[in-house]
């Protein structure tokens, strides 16, 4: 059993920069960021392997940076340039498991944190 907590969430406005992190009880491979907005379905944002290979859902390209610290069981999600569509809960995710490219895109990992909350107002 892995367990995830995540902090980091706030509200801020349009063009603005949030850093989220999520510490996890052991590292696992695969290792990602999925949020989900008010009326829509669990979008995966972002993955990092434990080699550093990374993927990004093409809403966030060029303004979210995942990045991972395996020293500190730790996981981070750097977003830039935020826009009210990006108001959402932000949920870490953690598998075992390889292909973390497309398990981000199936959603197919087995542990997930609570998740911290993101608002992005206009």
């Known amino acids: 059993q892995v367990q995830l907590a995540e902090s980091g969430g706030d509200t801020v406005q349009a063009g603005g920069s949030l850093k989220l992190s999520c510490v996890a009880s052991v590292n696992t491979y695969c290792m990602a960021w999925f949020r989900q907005g008010p009326g829509t379905e669990r979008e995966g944002v972002a993955v990092?392997?434990?080699?550093?290979?990374?993927s990004y859902a093409d809403s966030v390209k060029g303004r979210f940076t995942i990045s991972r610290d395996k020293s500190k069981n730790s996981l981070y999600l750097q977003m830039n340039s935020l826009k009210p569509e990006d108001t959402a809960l932000y949920s870490c995710?953690?598998?075992?498991?390889?292909?973390?490219?497309?398990?981000?895109?199936?959603?197919?990992?087995?542990?997930w944190g609570q998740g911290t909350q993101v608002n992005v107002s206009s």
């Open positions: 995710a953690a598998d075992g498991g390889s292909d973390c490219e497309r398990r981000l895109h199936r959603r197919m990992f087995d542990y």
């Open positions: 990092i392997d434990s080699y550093g290979v990374t």
